[in-house]
T-cell receptor, first 114, second 115 residues
Framework: AQSVTQPDIHITVSEGASLELRCNYSYGATPYLFWYVQSPGQGLQLLLKYFSGDTLVQGIKGFEAEFKRSQSSFNLRKPSVHWSDAAEYFCAVGPNTGFQKLVFGTGTRLLVSP | NAGVTQTPKFRVLKTGQSMTLLCAQDMNHEYMYWYRQDPGMGLRLIHYSVGEGTTAKGEVPDGYNVSRLKKQNFLLGLESAAPSQTSVYFC??????????????FGNGTRLTVT
């Protein structure tokens, strides 16, 4: 069965510090991988996606993620966190066909301390 | 460009009441989806549609019905609301592509409380 695990429910990072959010997936075929961000009271916004090719993908707002097939991971990183990055982050996996029947992780809430 | 619009934003129902959540998208997307979001459970797919006039069950379809009479609209109905349906509901839409992929575009959600 397809699944996504985000082992950290909450993470607190000091402003200006680096960030890494973990995501592990279980998928029977070559997956498409996504990171979404949700600000309070808002819908989810796509940060970045991996389909194929370069395993290090760049996204919006200075985020990047690295696909590691051997570890079934797709961790999200940012070198220097800003207070505005405080939000909930969701990793998702889906099939490499046109229809986006995604499986989402349970999310990681990022808190940014001054 | 409005994107994906959900109405209403908030609703309180009593057990047994019915209601319909409306999702409208103006991006000419083929695919539309209804998710529910519950604490500690992420987003779970309720129903989806791959085109006008089509619907299909997702991961947690029980207690819900949907209709896609027009390409731009996707309605989610609760015939007899239960407290277990207290949740935040998100609508999303995406393009169809044979290869490559189109990310989901989400609405801002409907917070439903069933008492």
């Amino acid at each position: 069965a397809q699944s996504v695990t985000q082992p950290d429910i909450h993470i607190t990072v000091s402003e200006g510090a680096s960030l890494e959010l973990r995501c592990n997936y279980s998928y029977g075929a070559t997956p498409y991988l996504f990171w979404y961000v949700q600000s309070p009271g808002q819908g989810l916004q796509l940060l970045l996606k991996y389909f194929s090719g370069d395993t290090l993908v760049q996204g919006i707002k200075g985020f990047e993620a690295e696909f590691k097939r051997s570890q079934s991971s797709f961790n999200l990183r940012k070198p220097s966190v800003h207070w505005s990055d405080a939000a909930e982050y969701f990793c998702a996996v889906g099939p490499n066909t046109g229809f986006q029947k995604l499986v989402f992780g349970t999310g990681t809430r990022l808190l940014v301390s001054p | 460009n409005a994107g994906v619009t959900q109405t209403p934003k908030f609703r309180v129902l009593k057990t047994g009441q019915s209601m319909t959540l409306l999702c409208a998208q103006d991006m000419n997307h083929e695919y539309m989806y209804w998710y529910r979001q519950d604490p500690g459970m992420g987003l779970r797919l309720i129903h989806y549609s791959v085109g006008e006039g089509t619907t299909a069950k997702g991961e947690v379809p029980d207690g819900y019905n949907v209709s896609r009479l027009k390409k731009q609209n996707f309605l989610l109905g609760l015939e007899s609301a239960a407290p277990s349906q207290t949740s935040v509901y998100f609508c999303a839409s995406s393009w169809y592509r044979l290869r490559g992929n189109s990310p989901l575009h989400f609405g801002n959600g409907t917070r439903l409380t069933v008492t």
